[in-house]
């Protein structure tokens, strides 16, 4: 893969990273217009690569926010360690659970199929990017409507709050599409979780599952190479952590605006988004990519 699809993967996934848009399913689909093979291990390695780049550009703009809510003293600390174990675990639970229901459901009789088969579905990925528009276009109306008693919405996260949270990023893990941080954001503020507060502790879910979701890929590439009898690790791993750099600068660039827009109450409008952008991936769908 040349360096220029990598850096325009990268400036993808930087941008739309923050957005609760699906940046996975915006990288996959200038993947298909690139002619690139988005269920090749190489490809959801890059993917991963890519998330990861953007997660220590998010890691640098919530430090302060994560060190004044999560750091503040050890009593803080240990409340949000619980949470986020608790949240991890369900995600794990759940995310993991459905990914084997899927792959006994529609792979049944096919030898070592895997749910990354399914990646480059444009015609999955575009019910899931409608479903993540539905539920962020209610919770973005939701709190419009109560936007004269915002005062009510909680700036903690509650053990039951977190453990919701976190079955809900296990739902988004094997559909892409189905954003991440727009289904855990919404259904947090649905909950009754400030929009600030749902923000910064979704994206602290995400820098937790990411390491994981790395190793399940780097595993999934070397059975692929041992498999295909030696293919290139190299070929693979380099232009996934130039694509990692890439990612993270143009993550930090966007950070200085992007997050800006989103704060003004402005929710609904992702949904709405998401709604279009699901018609345009089935316009290409049943245009053959």
Not at 253 to 279: D, H, M, P, V
Request: glycine share 10%; hydrophobic share 55%.
């Amino acid at each position: 893969m040349s360096l220029i699809y990598v850096m325009i993967l990268a400036v993808v996934q930087g941008l739309a990273e923050l957005l609760p848009v699906s940046s996975s399913a915006h990288v996959v689909v200038t993947e298909k217009l690139l002619g690139l093979d988005p269920t090749s291990p190489q490809m959801t390695l890059l993917l991963v690569m890519l998330h990861t780049g953007t997660m220590f550009a998010v890691i640098l703009y919530f430090w302060k926010q994560w060190r004044a809510r999560y750091f503040a003293s050890a009593e803080k600390f240990k409340r949000v360690a619980l949470l986020l174990i608790v949240a991890t675990i369900l995600t794990g639970i759940v995310g993991e659970g459905l990914i084997k229901v899927v792959e006994h459901t529609l792979f049944r009789g096919t030898p070592h199929a895997e749910i990354e088969n399914l990646f480059g579905r444009l015609d999955l990925i575009a019910p899931a990017l409608a479903a993540a528009g539905v539920l962020i276009l209610v919770a973005g109306l939701a709190a419009k409507g109560a936007s004269g008693t915002n005062a009510s919405a909680s700036t903690e996260v509650s053990l039951g709050q977190a453990g919701l949270i976190g079955a809900v990023q296990g739902l988004c893990l094997p559909f892409r599409g189905f954003s991440r941080s727009g289904a855990t954001i919404s259904v947090a503020m649905l909950a009754g979780v400030s929009k600030v507060s749902a923000e910064a502790f979704s994206f602290a879910l995400a820098v937790i599952l990411t390491p994981p979701v790395i190793a399940r890929e780097a595993l999934r590439l070397l059975r692929a190479e041992h498999a295909a009898g030696g293919a290139s690790l190299g070929s693979a791993v380099l232009p996934s952590l130039l694509g990692a750099l890439f990612s993270f600068l143009a993550g930090l660039l966007a950070l200085k605006w992007l997050s800006q827009w989103l704060e003004k109450g402005r929710w609904y409008l992702f949904g709405i988004y998401c709604l279009a952008a699901a018609a345009v991936v089935f316009a290409l769908y049943r245009a053959g990519y």
